[in-house]
Every structure is written in structure tokens, then in C-alpha cells.
């Protein structure tokens, strides 16, 4: 159903089972495949920072106890990671990977739903495994919270592909009290604090946030520096 390629490499993801022809609705920066399992959708809009994919429960009879696709890449190789995201790597071994598929969450159509009240849950599991020579991602929903008598549908399962910013690309430099006007950017360390002769730095960073949609609720963000 979709191939996402950049820089030589590619992400492919398409239903896994029996292959059968598809119907694609296509709508400015969006595509949907209607009754991909079962009479749920699956629908994917691009933007700046990847590919935003969901499936779509319509109504109670779609809910499944599994959504399995099969991924397939070049360039790259899926793994599990720690906090539930599947990491895309370069297979010249490289640490960082640079595609991502965070951890998914799932939301119905009540009005509290964007605010992680009982219309937004991440009780959702995400695993990549070799079946068969093909390379398998499975959701598997939480069955309680789906079947609640509260649940609104549509209901949305919202796994997404991300491009992994590259950390060079974000600027950090320090600023003392007393050289106000000296540009401290070259030294390879952010000075906080005071110094010796009781001067106060402080160290400022930016980063490049263009590539998240404006309309983006960041539920959460880590920043990790370390003292030495």
C-alpha cells in the first residue's frame, strides 16, 4: 500500500495475508484504502517529518485482536526497541537509527479524546518479527479499553513513520556576565553556572522544530545533557 524512500533507502508497509486489489481515495496529502481488515481503513497522510498512518475502526464488528502489515526495506533493518518504537537502521551498523515508528496510541471519537482522558489510550503493543522470509509488524490494541461501553467510534490505531532529526543540525552556545557580547559558540561545551571569579554563564540551545506540523500536541519531550 506505501513506500516511503529517501536517500537511496525505502520503507515498505502493506497488509500482510492474501493479496487482493486495493482502492485507493486520494485527498491533497492523504490516501485512504477502504476495507483493508475487514471494513476497517487504513489511511496514511504525508508530511514534512514522515508518514502518518492509521487504522480505522468504523465500528465495533472491525475490532481485531491483531493488525499484522508487511514491512519491506532496503537499506535498512527493523528492530524492536526498549520503549516499544520499531527503529529503522542502516546496515552499516550505525547506533541512531534513522527511521522510526514510535510507540502507537489509539484514540475514539469522544470529545476528551486529545487530552489522554478515556478517549486516548497507549495500551497498544507494536513487534516486528521474520516470518517466513518476510518481515512482520503487528499491533496488537488493548481488547478491554476497545470494548468499553464509553468507547466512541470511529476509533483511530495511529502508528506513524518519522524521520529521525539528525542532533548535528541543532546550535548551543554559552554567554557569560562578564563578555555579555562574546559569542562562546566554537567551545564544544555549554557553560552553566559560575565560574571562578564569580562571573554567571549561562547556555542556551535551539533546535529545529520547523518539520512538526503546527497543529501538533507534543505529549511529551526528553532532553538528556550530561555534566562533565
Known sequence: ML??????????????????ALTPVVKDSSVAFPDVFGTADVRYYV????VKETVVLTAAADVEGEYTFEL????????AQPDGSIGFFKKNGDERPKYVIPAPN?????????????????KI?????Q????????????QAWLAAKERVFPIVIDPTIVVVPDPTA????????????????????????????????R????????????????RSADLNMHYG
Open 170 to 201: 541543532a546550535q548551543d552556545t554559552s554567554i557569560s556576565e562578564a563578555n555579555a557580547g562574546v559569542n562562546y559558540g566554537t567551545n564544544p561545551t555549554v557553560l552553566v553556572g559560575d565560574d571562578a571569579s564569580h562571573n554567571t554563564w
Open 72 to 79: 519491506r526495506t532496503s537499506g535498512l533493518t527493523a528492530k
Open 47 to 50: 508530511s514534512r517529518t514522515g
Open 203 to 218: 547556555g542556551l540551545l535551539k533546535f529545529d522544530t520547523s518539520m512538526i506540523p503546527t497543529t501538533t500536541t507534543i
Open 125 to 129: 503493543t507494536q513487534t516486528v518479527t
Open 3 to 20: 513506500t516511503f524512500e529517501a536517500d537511496g533507502e525505502s520503507i515498505g508497509l502493506g497488509a500482510a495475508g492474501e493479496k487482493r
Open 106 to 122: 489509539m484514540y475514539d471519537s469522544s470529545a476528551t479524546n486529545q487530552l489522554g482522558q478515556p478517549g486516548y489510550s497507549d
Open 131 to 142: 516470518q517466513g522470509g518476510k518481515t512482520l509488524l503487528t499491533l496488537k490494541p488493548d
